[in-house]
């Protein structure tokens, strides 16, 4: 199945940078024989943070909505708060 791919530009610190080229180049050879390009690795980490924010951020942002209680309505009439 053929994807449509998005362009995006990602500019990021030298240091940032430098930390992706070492983590990928240190599975050559382990976990990939022929290596990783930075696409690759980048879309790999990216898939593993989606996943791990649909697993456990999005129910506990879930739970902590539905713990807040409504606000009350209040409405103003001449600079007067009004409860209804």
């Not at 976990?31 to 390009?37: E, S």
């Not at 980490?45 to 506990?60: K, S, W």
Request: proline fraction near 7%; hydrophobic fraction near 40%.
């Amino acid at each position: 199945m053929k994807q449509n791919l998005v362009p995006y530009t990602l500019k990021l610190e030298p240091e940032m940078w430098s930390q992706i080229e070492r983590n990928r180049l240190s599975m050559v050879g382990v976990l990939h024989p022929q290596g990783i390009t930075k696409v690759d690795y980048i879309r790999s980490a990216l898939d593993a943070y989606n996943q791990y924010f649909a697993e456990q951020v999005v129910p506990r942002v879930s739970a902590v909505k539905n713990e807040i209680e409504e606000p009350l309505p209040i409405y103003f009439q001449n600079g007067v708060d009004v409860i209804w």
